[in-house]
Every structure is written in structure tokens, then in C-alpha cells.
């Protein structure tokens, strides 16, 4: 084991020696020679490689071929297979070395640095995953519009019975409180309050999260100008997603246009403001996953093949995937899940007769009640069955055992995303359902990214060492 280290070792510090040994290598060991006469052939030709290349350092060139044969020797038995091994040994140590060198990562200063960052990204992705589903639970509580007012510092909360109805006087004077909730306690006011505070001190911990970590990565020197250009963005995202959520708030305060409607935060805004979530936490994850995963699962050029197909499929399934995550957001800003409770019908027929009902056109699409969660069917159908189809075709395909399981994971979550969101349908839009589904969404997109990062093309230098590996002759 020492002498063949010493063997790799000095292979490593010469490039063209390396080249030149595997060449020899794999010429001298074709799968059609016999055990004994790849041993002779191997000795032959090593000895004239390493006469030849080492003529002005004959002693290393020497050093180098004893401490070959000493593992040949070793390797006793049948030959055939341990050259096979051996050679595959270090054409592997020679790909990573040439892939460490040639990559350029997002994180400097080596693997510590690289696990910290990570993790603190993958963090964040975290937090943002759970204050999607808080701000979910904040809607479907109608505690959204509880705090009139907004601060770009926050505030504290009322901290006594005094401060208390001070609060609860200014909700009543607020749409909501006069049309939906006249009568309501103070005890049930201090509910729908909290709920709406945690979500927005939820938020404004996140950019301690964010901010905090990254400034002390930046003094360390971890951050590269790429990385740093991309968080830089992502955090400024996320302080503008803060004011997006009181410009989404204050068009639930405003009087609705008919004394007959209900008031509610604009579905347009309220859409806005769950994309511009879904783009911040999508962003999170894939540059988490780039600084701890550099380069896709590979082992064979023959599963970089298979990934390419893959590719070819995920990325629409991806964007289906998104386009059904945000007419959710429409649904949810219409109240259009009341519309129709039963499935697969609405109501008692396919298509309902109020689905074109409102002028012009795009309003009517984005607007209507019964439009929206027709939208919303179909969007979720297609996407279950665009997935299924996928999970199919890539049985065949000859790839990255890491790859086919998150297709398998992918194919789990569809199907269990579509039994909630029908259950949620089917049970009147309880809050426990509602939000598991919205949370089911979130997961589901989780899965399509890591899918779409995993089978993204490699480096340039990892398809080159790829492409020194032996041939399988299966």
C-alpha cells in the first residue's frame, strides 16, 4: 500500500508522465489478452516508458518502475482483474485531482469552509420553508390583516390590557372588523394578532440569520466574488419581500368596491408575494447545493448520458411544477377552494357554467372563483401525470442510482401532493389540511430542484477525466 502510494504520488507531480502511463496502461491491458500476456506485455512496455520519460531524472524514473512492480507483485492472483482494479484506482485518484483543480468552487479555503457555508445556506432555506407555511396558517386564520400599521424596524407587541384595546380600537375600525368579524373579543383579537406578528418577526429574524453569518463568511474570506454577487441579490429579495408584504396587507384595508364583498388582500398581490417567497427559497437551495455539491453525482460518461435525458425532462416538470405552486397562490387569494367541494366534477358537472362569466378575458382567468380552481385542477393533473410519465421513461435509462431515487422520491410526492390537495377540497378547507398541502407544494418543488441540480452538465475537466476511464464491458 506504501509503494503504490509513492506510485500515484509521482504520478501526480508529473502530468505528461501520467498521461503517457495510463496510455501505455490501457494499451497493455485490453480485455482480449490473456493474464500472462498482459503481465509481459505490461512489464515491456513500462519498462521502455519509464527508460524513455526519465531520462533526465533517471533515479526517479527507476524509483517509479520498482515501485510498480512491487504492486504488481502484490496484486498476485488473478491478474487480469487486479490490473483492472489497480487501473481504475488511480485514473480515479488522477480524475479527482484534475477536477479539484480545474472547478472553480463557490466557497475558498477548503472543505470546512465549504460544510459552514452550506449548512447556513441550507438554514435559511429552512427558515424560509417555515414561514411559508406560518404565513399560510396566518391566511387561512384570517389573521393577516390584525396589525393596521407597519414598521420597517417592528415593534412590540402591546404588553398591557391598555395598549391591548388601543390595538384592538384600530382593527376595529378596519373592512374586515366591520363586515366579517363585528362582535369579535378582545381574547379572539389577541389570537389573529399574534399570528400575524410571529409571521412578520419570523421574517425580520431571517435577515438576522442571513445577514449575521454572511458578514462574518465575507471577513473570513470565504465568499468568492460569484457567491457574493448571488447572496447579495437573494438578501436583497428577501428585504424587499417585506415590504411586498405590507403592499399585499394594505389592499385588504382598503373598502371593497361592493358592499356585498367580503374584504381580502388583492389574489394578484398576494401572488406576488408567495412567487417572490418560492424564487428566495428556491435560490437558497441551489446555491446551498452548489457550494457543498460542486459537480453532479457522475461515475461514467455513460451516466452523464443518462442525466442529459433526464435533464431533457425535468426542466418542464420543473416549470409545471412552478406554475401549479402559484395558481395555488390564486386560489388562496380568491377563496376559490369554497367554490366547489367535490371531486372529480364540480358540482355536478365537468365544467361549470360560471367559468366564463366575467369580462374581459384576463380578468375572468385570474378573478373568477370557479375559473381558478378549474385552472388549479387541471395545472395539478397534468403536472401528476407529466411526473408519472417521467418516473417511467427514466426506468429504462441508464443512470446515477442518487438520480433515479429522487425521481422515485419525486413520483412519491406528486401522488401525495395531489390526495391532499383533494382531501383539502373534499373536507371544506380545514387549516390543518390546507397547510400540509401548501407545506406539500414546497416539498415538491424541493424534490424537482435537487433533481434539476443533480443532472445539470458537468464541468468541462470532469468530462475529461471521465472520458480516461476504462469502458465497461458488460
Known sequence: MFRSGRLISHLRKNKTLTESFFSHLNRSSSPSSSSSSISRASNESLSRFFASKSSTNSFAGWNAFRTFRSVQKGLSGPS???????????????????????LKLLVTEGPYAQKVVGIWLFGCAAWV?????????????????SMTDWKFTGSLPPLSEEQ????????????EYKRVNKGMSIEDFKFIYWMEYAHRMW?????????????????????TRQLGLRLSALFALGAGQGLIGWWMVKSGLEEPESEYV?????????????????????????TGLSVV?????????????????????????????????????FVAG???????????????TWIPDDVFSMEPLIRNFFENTSTVQLDHRILATATLLSISGMWLATRKF??????????????????LQVTLGISTLLSYVPVSLASAHQAGALTLMTLTILLTHSVRKPSPTLLRSLSLLPKSTS
Open 293 to 329: 455539491m460542486p459537480e453532479p453525482p457522475t461515475g461514467s460518461m455513460d451516466w452523464v448520458r443518462g442525466a442529459a435525458k433526464v435533464r431533457n425532462l425535468a426542466l418542464p416538470v420543473s416549470i409545471l411544477v412552478g406554475l401549479t405552486a402559484v395558481s395555488g397562490a
Open 334 to 348: 380568491n377563496d376559490a377552494g369554497h367554490a366547489y367541494n367535490t371531486f372529480p366534477k364540480m358540482g355536478d
Open 80 to 102: 487480469s482483474r487486479n490490473m483492472s482494479t489497480t487501473t481504475a484506482s488511480l485514473l480515479a485518484s488522477k480524475k479527482a485531482d484534475a477536477t479539484n483543480a480545474g
Open 164 to 175: 391591548w384595546h388601543l390595538e384592538f380600537e384600530k382593527y376595529q375600525q378596519s373592512p
Open 262 to 286: 367580503q374584504p381580502r388582500v388583492s389574489p394578484y398581490r398576494l401572488a406576488t408575494h408567495l412567487t417572490s417567497a418560492f424564487v428566495i427559497y428556491g435560490g437558497l437551495l441551489w
Open 398 to 415: 441508464d443512470i446515477h442510482p442518487a438520480v433515479k431515487s429522487i425521481i422515485g422520491s419525486t413520483m412519491g410526492m406528486a401522488a
Open 203 to 223: 421574517g425580520r429574524g431571517l435577515g438576522l440569520v442571513f445577514a449575521l453569518p454572511y458578514s462574518y463568511f465575507l471577513w473570513k474570506g470565504y465568499i
Open 129 to 145: 420553508f417555515s414561514m411559508v407555511v406560518l404565513g399560510g396558517v396566518t391566511r387561512l386564520t384570517r389573521s393577516g390583516l
